[in-house]
């Protein structure tokens, strides 16, 4: 749900109501979720922020 909540948030049309990203990375699933997470098709990832640019990326590590 955590997950979803975000998603959600980050999707919202509005900029005024859009989440941020300080609050991104304070949101619950980014702050207390794992690194790597399992996807339902089996596949890997990795959620990091890029040190020079701020930016949130999100790395396939394997695909099964």
Do not use: C, F
């Not at 990375?25 to 339902?40: A, F, I, S």
């Not at 640019?53 to 396939?60: L, M, P």
């Amino acid at each position: 749900m955590e997950a979803q909540d975000l998603i959600s948030r980050m999707l919202t049309l509005d900029p005024a109501h859009r989440i941020t990203i300080p609050e991104i990375w304070e949101h619950p699933w980014v702050k207390n979720g794992p690194m790597y997470e399992t996807q339902l098709d089996g596949g890997l990832y990795n959620i990091h922020q890029d040190p020079h640019t701020g930016a949130v990326k999100v790395d396939i590590i394997m695909i099964t």
